[in-house]
C-alpha cells in the first residue's frame, strides 16, 4: 500500500498460493484475502489495482464457476497446440495479426489444448479470463452464483492492454480482439463482453472487455472485502495488468529502458513507441499498461536454476555466491546451458539442461556455483540481444526479481549485460505498478514517484561468458530442437 502523492510505502502483506504449472483461482482469491489482512485491512486505502501473472487460463460456465483449475504461463502441455497453431496460421501471419508467434505460454495455445483433450469441458465455456481479470471480476461482487453477492454477470469481466496482448488472440496494433483467431483456436465464436455484439450472440464466448489505462471497472464490493473493509467506506478499482507491465510501471520505466526480472520467470523488455511483432517468435510484442508496447523476451529458467543448483551443492543463497564470487569469469570452462523446464526462448519445450566443459581440474564446488549463474543470465543476455537487433534502443538496465538480491547475480550481471545495471532498492515493483494504476485511476494521472536505486555494480563487460555459452547452447539446440 503506498502514499498516492509520493508512492513511499504505508503498509504491506502478503500471502502464498501453491506452486505449480495449473492452481485453482480459489487459491488466489483466499491468498488474496489473507494478504488484505496481513496488510492490516483497506482502511485508509482509496484505490487498488491487480498484477497478475499473464497468460493463466481460468475457464468460466454460464453459473460463473471455475470449471478446472487455470493453466499457468509455464505449463508446457500445450506444446503440440502451438505448433499446430502456428502452423495452420503461419508464424509470419501470427506475429501480424497478434504481435506473438504461439508458445506453449500464452492463453491461445491452452483453450486449443482443452478443446483437443478435455471436450466436455470446452463445450461448457461460457467465457475465458486471465488471473487478474478474474479476481478483479471477484473483487467487484461478481462470481459464481449463490457464493457472491452480484452473481455470474460475465458481460462485466474486464482485463487490461496488456494482459490481452499476451492471450495470442488480441491485436496489440489495432487494440482490438482477433476473434477469428480466438475461434479458429477453440472451434466457438467468441465476443468481447460489455459491446453490442455480446448481447445478440448469447452462446458464444465472453472475453474481458479490454479497459485502457487509468480506466478503473469500477469498486471493490463491500460484501466481498468482509471485515478487511471498514463500514461506510469504498475502494476503487484500477484496470489491473500483467506482472511483467506492472513492473514496468513500478519501475516508470519509458523508451530507452530495458528491465531484466530474475524471478521464478526471467523476462526481458522495453518500452517502445510502436508495436512489435517479431516472426521468429523470440520477442514477443506485448503492450504495455500505459498506452505504450513492451517488447519481451521470457525464459522458463530462472530463480529456480540457482535454487536447484543451490541444493546440489548443499548450500544456501549466501554460500552459492560466495563460490560464485570465487571462481574465475567464465567458471574455468564449464558451462551450464540452465533448461531444467524445457524452454519458451529458444522455444524448446522438451529440452533438459546439460552441464559442460567439465574436467578434474574444472570440475569444482565454485566453477558450477558461477556456471549457474552465468548460465542463467546469458539466457536474458540471449533475450536482450533479440531486442537491440530489432532495433530497440537499450541505454540502461534494470535488475530487480528475487534472484537479484544475490551479489553473485548483481556483479555476473555487470559482466553479461553490455549495458550500465542499475538495481533499484529491494521491492515489489509488480505490486508497485499495480498501485501506479490505481493511484491513476483515482486522479486522473500517471503518478511519477522516484524509484530509489540499492546500487548499480561497477561495468565490467566480459563477452567470452556469452561465446562460450552460446557455442553449448547451439549444440544443445541441435540435440532438442
Ligand atoms: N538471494 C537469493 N539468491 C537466489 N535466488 C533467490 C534469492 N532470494 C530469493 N530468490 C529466489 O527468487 C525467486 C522469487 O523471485 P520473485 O521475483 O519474487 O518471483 P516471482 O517471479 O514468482 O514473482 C524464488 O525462486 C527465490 O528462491
Ligand atoms: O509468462 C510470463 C510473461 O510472458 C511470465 O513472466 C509470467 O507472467 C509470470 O512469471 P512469474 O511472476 O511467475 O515469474
Given at each position: 500500500?503506498?502514499?498516492?502523492?509520493?508512492?513511499?510505502?504505508?503498509?504491506?502483506?502478503?500471502?502464498?498460493?501453491?506452486?505449480?504449472?495449473?492452481?485453482?483461482?480459489?487459491?488466489?482469491?483466499?491468498?488474496?484475502?489473507?494478504?488484505?489482512?496481513?496488510?492490516?485491512?483497506?482502511?485508509?486505502?482509496?484505490?487498488?489495482?491487480?498484477?497478475?501473472?499473464?497468460?493463466?487460463?481460468?475457464?468460466?460456465?454460464a453459473a460463473g464457476a471455475v470449471l478446472r483449475p487455470a493453466l499457468l504461463w509455464n505449463d508446457t502441455r500445450s506444446a503440440g497446440a502451438a505448433a499446430a497453431l502456428t502452423e495452420e496460421v503461419g508464424a509470419e501471419d501470427f506475429a501480424q495479426r497478434t504481435g506473438l508467434v504461439p508458445v506453449a505460454s500464452f492463453t491461445v495455445t491452452k483453450v486449443r489444448w482443452v478443446r483437443d483433450h478435455e471436450p466436455d469441458i470446452a463445450s461448457r465455456v461460457a467465457a475465458v479470463a486471465l488471473p487478474h481479470d478474474w479476481l478483479t471480476w471477484r473483487l467487484r461482487g461478481y462470481g459464481p452464483a449463490g457464493a457472491s453477492p452480484l452473481g455470474p454477470d460475465l458481460g462485466q469481466l474486464t482485463t487490461d492492454r496488456s494482459d490481452a496482448s499476451g492471450t495470442g488472440y488480441w491485436n496489440p496494433a489495432s487494440g482490438t480482439y482477433d476473434l477469428e483467431l480466438f475461434s479458429l483456436a477453440f472451434g466457438r465464436p467468441a465476443v468481447e463482453a460489455g459491446t453490442e455484439s455480446h448481447t445478440e450472440r448469447s452462446g458464444a464466448v465472453v472475453l474481458p472487455r479490454v479497459l485502457a489505462p487509468g480506466e478503473s471497472p469500477g469498486q471493490v464490493h463491500p460484501a466481498v472485502a468482509g471485515e478487511a473493509l471498514p463500514p461506510g467506506h469504498s475502494v476503487?478499482?484500477?484496470?489491473?495488468?500483467?506482472?511483467?507491465?506492472?513492473?514496468?510501471?513500478?519501475?516508470?520505466?519509458?523508451?530507452?529502458?530495458?528491465?531484466?526480472?530474475?524471478?521464478?520467470?526471467?523476462?526481458?523488455f522495453a518500452v517502445s513507441d510502436e508495436p512489435v511483432g517479431d516472426p521468429s517468435g523470440t520477442v514477443a510484442g506485448f503492450a504495455d499498461a500505459s498506452g505504450l508496447f513492451l517488447p519481451i523476451a521470457v525464459t522458463l529458467n530462472a530463480a529456480r536454476v540457482l535454487t536447484s543448483v543451490a541444493g546440489l551443492l548443499g548450500v544456501d543463497f549466501d554460500e552459492l555466491s560466495r563460490l560464485a564470487l570465487e571462481a574465475e569469469p567464465g567458471a574455468g570452462g564449464v558451462v551450464l546451458v540452465p533448461y531444467f523446464e524445457g524452454e519458451r526462448t529458444p522455444n524448446l519445450p522438451h529440452a533438459t539442461?546439460?552441464?559442460?566443459?567439465?574436467?578434474?581440474?574444472?570440475?569444482?564446488?565454485?566453477?558450477f556455483a558461477r556456471a549457474a549463474v552465468e548460465g542463467m543470465l546469458c539466457g536474458l543476455a540471449g533475450g536482450l540481444d533479440a531486442l537491440r537487433a530489432l532495433g530497440h534502443p537499450a541505454e540502461r538496465l534494470f535488475l530487480i526479481g528475487g534472484a537479484v538480491q544475490n551479489p553473485a547475480v548483481q556483479r555476473i550481471a555487470a559482466q553479461?549485460?553490455?549495458?550500465?545495471?542499475?538495481?533499484?532498492?529491494?521491492?515489489?515493483?509488480?505490486?508497485?505498478?499495480?498501485?501506479?494504476?490505481?493511484?491513476?485511476?483515482?486522479?486522473?494521472?500517471?503518478?511519477?514517484?522516484?524509484?530509489?536505486?540499492?546500487g548499480h555494480p561497477e561495468p565490467d563487460f566480459q563477452p567470452a561468458i556469452a561465446e562460450q555459452y552460446r557455442a553449448e547452447q547451439r549444440k544443445v539446440e541441435q540435440v532438442a530442437g
Amino acid at each position: 500500500m503506498l502514499d498516492a502523492e509520493t508512492g513511499a510505502l504505508v503498509r504491506e502483506g502478503r500471502a502464498s498460493h501453491p506452486d505449480g504449472t495449473e492452481v485453482h483461482p480459489d487459491h488466489w482469491w483466499r491468498a488474496l484475502s489473507k494478504a488484505f489482512d496481513d496488510a492490516g485491512g483497506l482502511a485508509g486505502v482509496a484505490a487498488l489495482s491487480v498484477g497478475g501473472q499473464q497468460h493463466g487460463m481460468v475457464l468460466l460456465d454460464a453459473a460463473g464457476a471455475v470449471l478446472r483449475p487455470a493453466l499457468l504461463w509455464n505449463d508446457t502441455r500445450s506444446a503440440g497446440a502451438a505448433a499446430a497453431l502456428t502452423e495452420e496460421v503461419g508464424a509470419e501471419d501470427f506475429a501480424q495479426r497478434t504481435g506473438l508467434v504461439p508458445v506453449a505460454s500464452f492463453t491461445v495455445t491452452k483453450v486449443r489444448w482443452v478443446r483437443d483433450h478435455e471436450p466436455d469441458i470446452a463445450s461448457r465455456v461460457a467465457a475465458v479470463a486471465l488471473p487478474h481479470d478474474w479476481l478483479t471480476w471477484r473483487l467487484r461482487g461478481y462470481g459464481p452464483a449463490g457464493a457472491s453477492p452480484l452473481g455470474p454477470d460475465l458481460g462485466q469481466l474486464t482485463t487490461d492492454r496488456s494482459d490481452a496482448s499476451g492471450t495470442g488472440y488480441w491485436n496489440p496494433a489495432s487494440g482490438t480482439y482477433d476473434l477469428e483467431l480466438f475461434s479458429l483456436a477453440f472451434g466457438r465464436p467468441a465476443v468481447e463482453a460489455g459491446t453490442e455484439s455480446h448481447t445478440e450472440r448469447s452462446g458464444a464466448v465472453v472475453l474481458p472487455r479490454v479497459l485502457a489505462p487509468g480506466e478503473s471497472p469500477g469498486q471493490v464490493h463491500p460484501a466481498v472485502a468482509g471485515e478487511a473493509l471498514p463500514p461506510g467506506h469504498s475502494v476503487l478499482l484500477g484496470a489491473g495488468a500483467g506482472d511483467n507491465a506492472a513492473a514496468a510501471l513500478g519501475l516508470d520505466a519509458r523508451p530507452g529502458d530495458v528491465v531484466v526480472s530474475v524471478g521464478t520467470s526471467g523476462t526481458v523488455f522495453a518500452v517502445s513507441d510502436e508495436p512489435v511483432g517479431d516472426p521468429s517468435g523470440t520477442v514477443a510484442g506485448f503492450a504495455d499498461a500505459s498506452g505504450l508496447f513492451l517488447p519481451i523476451a521470457v525464459t522458463l529458467n530462472a530463480a529456480r536454476v540457482l535454487t536447484s543448483v543451490a541444493g546440489l551443492l548443499g548450500v544456501d543463497f549466501d554460500e552459492l555466491s560466495r563460490l560464485a564470487l570465487e571462481a574465475e569469469p567464465g567458471a574455468g570452462g564449464v558451462v551450464l546451458v540452465p533448461y531444467f523446464e524445457g524452454e519458451r526462448t529458444p522455444n524448446l519445450p522438451h529440452a533438459t539442461a546439460s552441464f559442460s566443459g567439465l574436467t578434474i581440474a574444472s570440475t569444482t564446488r565454485s566453477n558450477f556455483a558461477r556456471a549457474a549463474v552465468e548460465g542463467m543470465l546469458c539466457g536474458l543476455a540471449g533475450g536482450l540481444d533479440a531486442l537491440r537487433a530489432l532495433g530497440h534502443p537499450a541505454e540502461r538496465l534494470f535488475l530487480i526479481g528475487g534472484a537479484v538480491q544475490n551479489p553473485a547475480v548483481q556483479r555476473i550481471a555487470a559482466q553479461v549485460f553490455e549495458l550500465p545495471v542499475l538495481v533499484p532498492s529491494p521491492g515489489e515493483y509488480v505490486a508497485r505498478g499495480a498501485a501506479v494504476q490505481a493511484a491513476w485511476a483515482l486522479t486522473g494521472e500517471r503518478p511519477a514517484w522516484d524509484v530509489a536505486l540499492d546500487g548499480h555494480p561497477e561495468p565490467d563487460f566480459q563477452p567470452a561468458i556469452a561465446e562460450q555459452y552460446r557455442a553449448e547452447q547451439r549444440k544443445v539446440e541441435q540435440v532438442a530442437g
